[in-house]
């Protein structure tokens, strides 16, 4: 349409999550009309954001310094740590904002279908940091889903020898629903009726 | 959530026309987990689209060329200009495959309410065209609205002097559309207009 540099930059933007060809046609059509004050600005925060931030070496959070701003922060409760399958979930129980302990990471869920086990997710240095952290409580915040149920009863197998308190946030997180689509309230609430 | 880098970037996607905070989170979570092979590839492609894409002096279409692709092309046929409203009416034309003439971008449409003068819009320079090369027909393609039917009256007006041939795109009942949604003015127009 508009030379090569255009149907690049639309085929990248038609390929983000919830976006499409007409959407990100819509999308680069307005950054072209304002190239200096919206179309740079962009260009370098995504610049600036991919050199800067990698993943927490204690939890997996992302973040631009490492231990992440959640792990570093000397207010929150350290005898909690909430295990969630992705950041997004970490970011939506943070928007949530009931969730006062750490967080850890799994980077997904064990999949027999999928071909995901246990090795694949981040579990070995969560069962490292129950080991040797000050955690008196993990909280398994996992989708309600087959492949969910089924990691947490694999973790709740696997720190079970640990002697620490697991739960699970409560059923009202809607079965096949995944995490961060669900509103705070819910949200909150599906963590206070922890059991 | 993630440092300053990331909550301007998830503030820049949230501004594109079509997403919201929501779809922006999903956007730079996506392109966070691809750091060197989604996300500095969209930065360079933004940044090189910046310093490339300009408007076409001739037509004001957007293009890494000056005259842009379509006015350098000798197979398109000079004696037609298609007059449209901005460069993505001119990009969904294309996408048609219907007009092989130029084309002629005004970047909106006169409003007494917005303010938007002759002065304001592209006029001046399509006069000029239309003076000195060997155009036979100005085709109006402008949005079937108050603005745009006052738009297309001007510029008939403002052309007339030079007895060139000048067209509308018809008004009438889009394919596919179902009769019972259109509002009774479409109707009236389709109707009235019918062969």
Redesign the interface.
């Known amino acids: 349409?508009?030379?090569?540099?255009?149907d690049?930059?639309i085929s990248?933007?038609a390929?983000?999550?919830?976006?499409g060809p007409r959407?990100g046609?819509?999308?680069?059509?307005?950054?072209?009309q304002h190239?200096?004050t919206?179309?740079?600005?962009?260009?370098?925060?995504?610049?600036?954001?991919?050199r800067?931030?990698r993943h927490c070496t204690q939890c997996g959070?992302?973040?631009?310094?490492d231990p992440?701003?959640i792990c570093a922060d000397p207010q929150r409760d350290r005898t909690q740590i909430c295990v969630v399958e992705?950041?997004?979930d970490l970011?939506a129980l943070?928007?949530a904002g009931v969730h006062h302990g750490l967080y850890h990471v799994l980077g997904g869920t064990l999949s027999a279908l999928g071909g995901t086990g246990p090795d694949d997710l981040n579990i070995a240095p969560l069962l490292a940091r129950v080991a040797a952290a000050e955690a008196t409580e993990i909280i398994l915040a996992l989708s309600a889903t087959v492949d969910g149920a089924a990691t947490s009863h694999f973790l709740t197998d696997r720190l079970a020898v640990s002697g620490i308190r697991i739960t699970r946030v409560a059923q009202g997180v809607p079965i096949g629903g995944a995490l961060d689509v669900l509103d705070e309230g819910t949200l909150a609430t599906a963590l206070r009726a922890r059991s």
């Open positions: 349409m508009g030379g090569p540099e255009i690049r930059l990248l933007f390929k983000l999550p919830g976006l959407s046609r819509r999308a680069v059509l307005k950054l072209l190239p200096e919206r179309m740079l600005p962009l260009a370098q925060a995504l610049a600036a954001a991919a800067a931030v959070n992302l973040d631009s310094t992440c701003a992705s950041v997004g970011w943070e928007r």
